[in-house]
């Protein structure tokens, strides 16, 4: 028989089974598309099994099972998913999904009912309905109006902010030196400069390699437990990809069919549950981090080349002219090229652009001025 840690357990999941049935019902009940509360409902059913073994082991625990209350926080989700959409709550409880995914995973009794890929499922198939509910309609319609101009954004956003705080933080950075300067001579900016450039450089190269080599070795992390799970328990693999393709719209009878042709082949299968339901590239795993550092740096060693530049050439005020001139084109370009991803105004954008660029080298400019004659006396 079971211990008393045992039972406090059983009751603790019982519960949480409970919320989880409560909740999903709630869901359907307010979902107006009858794909999605169909998956809903589903959800809830694989929870009411899961709660029907906690019962059984509370039972024979020579427990009594209570009336179990929904909590305060499933009771007002479920309202406001009936008062103000689904969509409103999607993202918290994906969240909730994605921290109790892995309560199972040391309970035997969980591994043994195969609780813990289950609701490793439950967690992805919110994650995937919550990415494509938010904003779908509105993206959906800018395609076909031809106006939407998202294709290649994340690599043009990183490009463009990446020059863009280069040139920033280096116009700064000289300029306070220039108004700390009180020599004729350019070395103390130009080693500045220089000095600025290449840790900003090498610093945005090596913030991109962590975090691209971080991304593709939890990528590779996931592939792994896909992989895992595709050769250990395929039916419930199947009845997740299935879930997916009814949160898209097919019906149940055909999103079954389609989930079960595509991973009846081997080749395919690992493919297509990564691309479904952890929206990976195996090919790609999020890019190559070498790429991506070499690009980060050369961006940023651009944009911060531009300040620096006038100074190789001129000295004194006629340099710290030609320094704000040269930033500030280049401010220009870079809050106009901004509006190919936003499709703002692009000669406000880049005068905004400016304006700011220049309002921070000023105030530069100033506190360096004020440093470099108090030192001096």
């Known amino acids: 028989m079971a211990d008393k840690a045992d039972a406090t357990r059983y009751l603790a999941n019982l519960k949480a089974e409970r919320d989880a049935i409560a909740l999903y019902t709630q869901l359907a009940k307010a979902e107006p598309k009858a794909e999605l509360a169909s998956v809903y409902r589903r959800l809830a059913e694989t929870e009411q099994r899961h709660a029907q073994v906690w019962e059984t082991k509370l039972r024979e625990a020579g427990e009594i099972v209570p009336d179990l209350l929904p909590t305060w926080r499933t009771r007002i989700l479920g309202w406001l998913a009936r008062r103000f959409g689904v969509a409103l709550v999607l993202p918290t409880i994906t969240e909730i999904e994605k921290g109790a995914s892995?309560?199972?995973d040391h309970q035997p009794e969980a591994q043994a009912a195969g609780m813990a890929q289950e609701?490793?499922?439950?967690?992805?198939?919110?994650?995937?309905?919550?990415?494509?509910?938010?904003?779908?309609e509105g993206s959906a319609v800018a395609r076909f109006e031809g106006r939407h101009k998202a294709a290649g954004g994340n690599q043009l956003r990183a490009g463009v902010l990446g020059a863009n705080d280069g040139l920033l933080s280096v116009f700064s950075l000289t300029m306070g030196v220039a108004g700390a300067n009180t020599s004729a001579s350019n070395k103390p900016i130009l080693l500045a400069g220089i000095a600025g450039l290449l840790a900003g450089s090498l610093s945005m190269a090596l913030g991109e390699w962590l975090s691209v080599q971080s991304s593709r070795e939890l990528y590779q992390n996931q592939l792994n437990i896909e992989k895992r799970e595709l050769a250990t328990i395929p039916e419930e693999e199947k009845e997740e990809l299935s879930l997916i393709y009814q949160a898209k719209g097919l019906p149940a009878a055909q999103a079954h069919d389609l989930a079960d042709r595509l991973l009846s082949d081997p080749t395919t299968a690992l493919e297509t549950l990564a691309r479904e339901e952890l929206n990976i590239d195996p090919q790609e795993l999020g890019g190559s981090a070498w790429v991506a550092a070499f690009t980060s740096f050369f961006l940023f060693a651009f944009g911060a080349l531009l300040p620096v530049l006038p100074y190789v050439f001129l000295t004194g005020t006629p340099g710290i002219i030609a320094s704000a001139a040269v930033s500030a084109v280049g401010l220009f370009t870079i809050g106009a090229a901004?509006?190919?991803?936003?499709?703002?105004?692009?000669?406000?954008?880049?005068?905004?652009?400016?304006?700011?660029?220049?309002?921070?080298?000023?105030?530069?400019?100033?506190?360096?001025?004020?440093?470099?004659?108090?030192?001096?006396?």
């Open 119 to 136: 609701e490793r499922s439950h967690a992805r198939v919110f994650q995937y309905i919550a990415g494509e509910t938010r904003g779908m």
């Open 338 to 377: 901004i509006t190919l991803m936003t499709g703002q105004n692009a000669v406000v954008a880049g005068l905004r652009q400016v304006l700011f660029g220049l309002a921070a080298s000023g105030i530069t400019f100033g506190i360096g001025r004020l440093i470099g004659a108090n030192i001096t006396g």
């Open 102 to 104: 892995s309560d199972y």
